[in-house]
T-cell receptor, first 110, second 117 residues
Framework: GENVEQHPSTLSVQEGDSAVIKCTYS??????FPWYKQELGKRPQLIID?????GEKKDQRIAVTLNKTAKHFSLHITETQPEDSAVYFC?????????FGKGTSLLVTP | GAVVSQHPSWVICKSGTSVKIECRSL??????MFWYRQFPKQSLMLMAT?????????EQGVEKDKFLINHASLTLSTLTVTSAHPEDSSFYIC?????????????FGPGTRLTVL
C-alpha cells in the first residue's frame, strides 16, 4: 500500500512562532492530501486539504503546500497559539480509505 | 460536513466477552464505511472496509472472524469484537466518505474507547 512518512514526531514552539510538518509519500498517483488535528481522546478533525491540481492552499493561519515532483506535502501553521497544541496527522488515499502518517505532537508554549 | 455518530463512546468489558460498536451516518447514505483502530500514542490504522450488501474487506493482519462487521443499512455499520482480550483495548473510529472518489473528504465518528480487563 501507499507509504507515508511524517516528520517530525514531536515539535515544540513558542506562541507566535511558526510550525511546519512535512510528509512524504510513495505513490505518484496520489491526488488528495488532507491534514487532521486530533486532540486527546477525540476524533481526528480535518483542518485543511489539497488536491493535486494546485500547489498551495491557505486558510487563515493554516496552509498546505504540495510538491508532486518530490512527492511531499507540508502543513504550515503561522502565529501559533496554545490551542494549536495537539497531534497532527497527514494522510494519503489508500483506495477510498486513508493511510495516515505516524503523527506529530505539537506543543505551543505561552 | 457529514455527521457521523458512534455508540457507545466507551465500554469496559471482561476478557472473553464480545462487544458491539455502532457507526451511524446521520445525514447521508453510505454504501461504504471504514473502521480504524488507534492504540495509545499511535496513528490510525485501517482495519476493514464495511460494504453495504456485501462482505467486509479486511486489511492484512486483521482477523475477520474476530472483528465481525455488518453493514446493515446505508446508514449503519457495526463492528463486533468477539472474545475480546486486553490486547484489543484500543480506540475504534469509523469514517464515512462523502462520495465515491479517493479525493472525497472523510468524516470521522467520535470514536469508541474499548478497555478489556
Amino acid at each position: 500500500g501507499e507509504n507515508v512518512e511524517q516528520h517530525p514526531s514531536t515539535l515544540s514552539v513558542q506562541e507566535g512562532d511558526s510550525a511546519v510538518i512535512k510528509c512524504t509519500y510513495s505513490d505518484s498517483a496520489s491526488n488528495y492530501f488532507p491534514w487532521y488535528k486530533q486532540e486527546l481522546g477525540k476524533r481526528p478533525q480535518l483542518i485543511i486539504d489539497i488536491r493535486s491540481n494546485v500547489g498551495e492552499k491557505k486558510d487563515q493561519r493554516i496552509a498546505v503546500t504540495l510538491n508532486k515532483t518530490a512527492k511531499h506535502f507540508s502543513l504550515h501553521i503561522t502565529e501559533t497559539q496554545p490551542e494549536d497544541s495537539a497531534v497532527y496527522f497527514c494522510a494519503v488515499p489508500s483506495g477510498y480509505a486513508l493511510n495516515f502518517g505516524k503523527g506529530t505532537s505539537l506543543l505551543v508554549t505561552p | 460536513g457529514a455527521v457521523v455518530s458512534q455508540h457507545p463512546s466507551w465500554v469496559i468489558c471482561k476478557s472473553g466477552t464480545s462487544v458491539k460498536i455502532e457507526c451511524r451516518s446521520l445525514d447521508f447514505q453510505a454504501t461504504t464505511m471504514f473502521w480504524y483502530r488507534q492504540f495509545p500514542k499511535q496513528s490510525l490504522m485501517l482495519m476493514a472496509t464495511s460494504n453495504e450488501g456485501s462482505k467486509a474487506t479486511y486489511e492484512q493482519g486483521v482477523e475477520k472472524d474476530k472483528f465481525l462487521i455488518n453493514h446493515a443499512s446505508l446508514t449503519l455499520s457495526t463492528l463486533t469484537v468477539t472474545s475480546a482480550h486486553p490486547e484489543d483495548s484500543s480506540f475504534y473510529i469509523c469514517s464515512v466518505p462523502s462520495g465515491g472518489a479517493s479525493t472525497d473528504t472523510q468524516y470521522f465518528g467520535p470514536g469508541t474507547r474499548l478497555t478489556v480487563l
